[in-house]
């Protein structure tokens, strides 16, 4: 195991009532209960050994003592984690690090962690219950991952858990097929045609990006695969920061006329290197209900409004606030950058208008510092 | 819209702008100066449907449309117009002339330069056919009716094109237009920049504003009376427009003075924000907003010489900062206060901005302020002003520098 938590029984306890939640054979079983307690526990705990966020929270005028309700703990914008170090620990008892990828907006943001035994945890029951549901106990799956290996990049969050999966999840043939920031497009396709030669499915996970690439390549060499019956395919990250962009329905459409997957069977995971964990797509958890991503139960998620910090009314747009009880050596509610709706039991995560327009004529943020950088 | 249509538009629009160009040129002046007057005028009838209608179509409050307007247009009046034409096209050595059709693509949703846009080129006997904003054709289609009621010859020269900007065989139609006019983000005048085969193309980027007060505006009277200004160049058309200012250099301001500048206009912005009302903001603006604000407010907590001052409703904040790194601008009435130690140091802050650079406000230097304004248009700034008058531009401000006019003209000598 790998941690540097030290000694502090009240953290101990915290993250062992958390681990056990995430390893219980019913972890998707929501309760409110238990993630209330849990999460005035954290919240109790991060006040007091996170210093800026205790006076952040002061600022606010909330405070343990004055929270009413679990929604109310106030959330830190991603943008924080680039400049500051969001710890309820001391720094020195660091064990790894994982830092946001680099995007037009300058400096990267970077999630110290004492422990990943949490992160390891989270990841592998929502992984598991978003693409592999079909799994039996004790199985293995066919996995090409379209991301570098944790060992190339050991500071990208997505590296370790696909490493994470491929070792838990696995089977011996399962493999990484970008190396030093390029596609092996050869020899990915070996691996398809071979899957394709014994009718074995494969879970295919990567980079939106890497996906795009991989079409490309199948495209210039006028192929179409027809890849087993089974087979899905996981994408994740988006475009942040690439010069290019596929709407995601396109890049379906694509990913169906040239490998075979139809749209049901594509995952689309929602994550950032700020959080410990990550919210799959429905459509292999629950195929016959309507697309939307699933939160696990150690986790809730907010729709609020941005101004106000209050939830918005179902179907409206808001501002998606994560409170992440796997974040237990950082902060417990995370504001994301990015917009979504509540649907149902779940969410979804909506961008901008494709080809909207902008109000102004003033700069704002991309541009600006896209231009300065 | 059809291409087809699009090329029917731009047909019918060389057969009215011979008609314009057989007319004397001061005929067709005297009848934009009249529409100037008109659209100056705030008891116009054409003014106050303009002012009914502009907030509901883009979210700005009533009273930010009627002030914004009112600063604005008080001077683009039909005397302004004459002066910008002698000045510009007066050079008996130099024949001007201008062109078959212009199309003209607008953009946001603040109405100045869509009168600017279409007056411009119907000074040189130019026709426009102009693709509205998706974000107002309140604008145009008025300024449009407002031209065909005082002359139906004038009107005959302006035509609109509403169609989507993801349609690229109508949009290849409107380009081809002799002289294109783009207004929008650097992206989009970069996209259709490259589509277009006219032979005269100008393009208005997006732009960015600053504030530069020196030591005799860091205290007292002075800095009331800037911030107030201030106040007023950032809530008029809720910092959207490229002549709001979203930073504030305060040079040779240590942290005290930079405290006190902030604290001056935050309260500035307060007041402002109940004689202008802050508008819609919609939800990813809101969001950036909030997080910068949140994000800011992380800072000062964790030390970091950062001091957060907002309104509890998210109406305006301003932050001052202890440096002058890049950050964010979030718009809709954000700013930031970076105090700079001389202008050397200004300097190298202003360096990555230039090619962005439109209005600066300016205030607080004494003997050295005219120097230091000539050095900022030497460095890209296309205004520099008083702090409260960013947001009334003359009729011949061009946000890159060019002439109105001439940049719209084929010129030759003799």
Sequence with gaps: ?373 | MTPEAVRARLEALREAGARLRARSPHEVLALLARALDVWSDPASAWRRELEAKLPAATGFAPETVRRGLARALADWNGEALRRLAARELGDASVTRAGFETCAVVLAGSIPMPTLKALVAPLALGTPVLAKPASRDSVSVELVARSLAEIDAGLGACVSLAPLSRVDAAALDALLAAECVVVYGDDATVATLSGRSRARRFVAHGHRLSLAVLGPGAHSGTALREAAAGLAEDIALWDQLGCLSPIALYAVGADAAAADRIADALAAALADAAHRWPRGAVEPAAAALFAGERAEAELRAAAGRGAAVHADPAGAWCVVREADVRLRPAPLHRFVRVHPVEDLHALGTALAPLRRHLAGVALAGFGAGQSALARDLVTDGASLVCAPGSLQAPPLDWESEGRGVLTSLARSAAG
């Design chain 1, 1 to 373: 195991m790998t941690t540097g938590r030290g000694g502090d029984p009240a953290r101990a306890s915290l993250d062992a009532d958390v681990l056990r939640w995430m390893r219980e054979s019913t972890a998707w079983r929501g309760d409110d209960a238990r993630f209330e307690e849990l999460a005035l526990r954290l919240f109790a705990w991060q006040f007091e050994h996170c210093a800026p966020y205790r006076r952040f929270c002061e600022g606010r005028g909330r405070t343990p003592r004055s929270l009413k309700r679990v929604g109310e703990i106030p959330p830190v914008p991603t943008g924080a984690f680039k400049e500051l170090a969001l710890t309820s620990f001391p720094l020195e008892r660091t064990v790894h690090r994982f830092r946001t990828s680099g995007t037009s907006a300058g400096s990267r943001g970077v999630l110290h962690l004492d422990t990943l035994e949490l992160y390891e945890a989270a990841l592998l029951p929502s992984f598991r219950r978003g693409v592999l549901p079909d799994l039996g106990d004790g199985g293995r799956a066919r996995m090409a991952v379209l991301a570098p290996s944790a060992r190339e990049l050991p500071e990208s969050s997505l590296s370790h858990m696909f490493e994470v999966v491929l070792r838990e999840h696995g089977d011996l043939a399962s493999a990484y097929f970008v190396e030093r920031g390029e596609l092996d497009v050869e020899r990915l396709l070996r691996f398809l045609d071979d899957a394709c030669a014994a009718a074995e499915p494969v879970a295919l996970c990567g980079t939106a990006f890497a996906f795009v690439h991989l079409l490309d390549a199948l495209a210039l060499r006028g192929r179409a695969l027809t890849l087993p019956t089974g087979t899905r395919a996981l994408e994740t990250g988006g475009f942040k920061g690439r010069a290019r962009v596929r709407p995601q329905r396109e890049l379906y459409a694509e990913i169906e006329a040239r490998l075979g997957i139809p749209a049901a069977r594509i995952v689309n995971q929602y994550g950032m290197t700020e959080l410990g964990s990550q919210f799959y797509d429905s459509v292999l958890a629950e195929p016959d209900a309507p697309r939307r991503k699933l939160a696990p139960p150690w986790t809730r998620v907010l729709i609020v409004d941005p101004l106000g910090g209050e939830p918005v009314p179902a179907g409206h747009t808001g501002s998606i606030v994560v409170q992440d009880l796997a974040n237990t050596g950082s902060v417990f509610a995370v504001q994301t950058a990015d917009l979504g709706v509540a649907r149902g039991d779940g969410f979804e995560v909506i961008g901008r208008e494709p080809g909207a327009e902008e109000r102004g004529c003033s700069i704002a943020l991309d541009e600006l510092l896209g231009g300065a950088a």
